[in-house]
């Protein structure tokens, strides 16, 4: 069964920068699209940039929109998020899976805050 680990999170000003990482170990994880979600405690999770199998297209939410990077490395199982111009309103616990229906056990998350 694969189970994905998010990591990459952390403390960070308005403005700034970070790069979270997802890995999920097996094959499948090659042969599937993939997602970021976010999750505060006032909102359900929702799905914020999505990749293909193969990382030739991408897709954001407008919240996200030309200030994230979603990415890919089959390679390696890993995917990666980019997350540039940073502001409070992306503070959240970000997950990785499968866009929906989510086909992975939920990892533990990554918290991102994003505070002066």
């Known amino acids: 069964q694969v189970k994905v680990v998010e990591s990459g999170g952390g403390l960070v000003q308005p403005g700034g920068s970070l790069r979270l990482s997802c890995a999920a170990p097996?094959?499948?994880?090659?042969?599937?699209?993939m997602g970021w979600y976010r999750q505060t405690p006032a909102k359900q999770r929702e799905l914020v940039a999505q990749?293909?199998?193969?990382?030739?297209?991408?897709n954001y939410t407008d919240a996200v929109k030309g200030r994230f990077t979603i990415s890919r490395d089959n390679a390696a199982n890993m995917m990666y998020l980019q997350m540039n111009s940073l502001k409070p309103e992306d503070t959240a616990i970000y997950y990785c899976n499968t866009p929906p229906p989510a086909l992975f056990p939920w990892g533990p998350g990554t918290q991102v805050t994003v505070s002066s």
């Open positions: 097996g094959v499948l994880f090659r042969a599937v699209n």
């Open positions: 990749i293909s199998d193969g990382g030739s297209r991408t």
